[in-house]
């Protein structure tokens, strides 16, 4: 039995106790003792609830970690041993020749050489131009 249900009981066996002074006043005794009751009732299915549901809401933290580690875990490990491969590092441009996306690296862009489509093999870009000018 739960506490609340236990203070209720006790209340129960004081009413019962009670010299009957009226009939009105043991009725009114007997509502409010069933009131609380099915008050103490609803308390404790709630708090039942509330614990099921801080079970599932704990299961699925548990599920969310694996599913974390299982998508971002080697991801992160992969980043930490080689920064060098980073697909940041492409810079993409449209040839103004033949209209072709084209990829170059960090290092195509800083090098001395133009830099050539490899669509249509003409200048894209003069070497060492700022892309912002
Ligand atoms: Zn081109």
């Not at 060098?84 to 441009?93: C, G, L, P, Q």
């Amino acid at each position: 039995m739960s506490y609340i249900k236990e203070k209720v009981s006790y209340l129960r066996g004081l009413a019962d106790g009670l010299p009957i002074e009226s009939e009105a006043a043991e009725k009114l005794y007997t509502a409010l003792i069933e009131t609380l009751d099915a008050m103490a009732d609803a308390i404790d299915e709630n708090e039942e609830a509330i614990d099921e549901l801080g079970e599932c809401v704990d299961e699925i933290y548990e599920d969310l970690d694996d599913l974390e580690d299982y998508l971002f875990g080697d991801e992160e490990d992969e980043e930490n041993d080689d920064d060098e491969s980073d697909d940041d590092d492409f810079v993409e441009i449209e040839c103004p020749n033949c209209n072709e996306v084209v990829y170059f690296d960090q290092e195509m862009l800083e090098s001395e050489n133009d830099l050539i489509c490899p669509n249509c093999n003409q200048p894209v870009m003069p070497a060492a131009t700022p892309e912002e000018k």
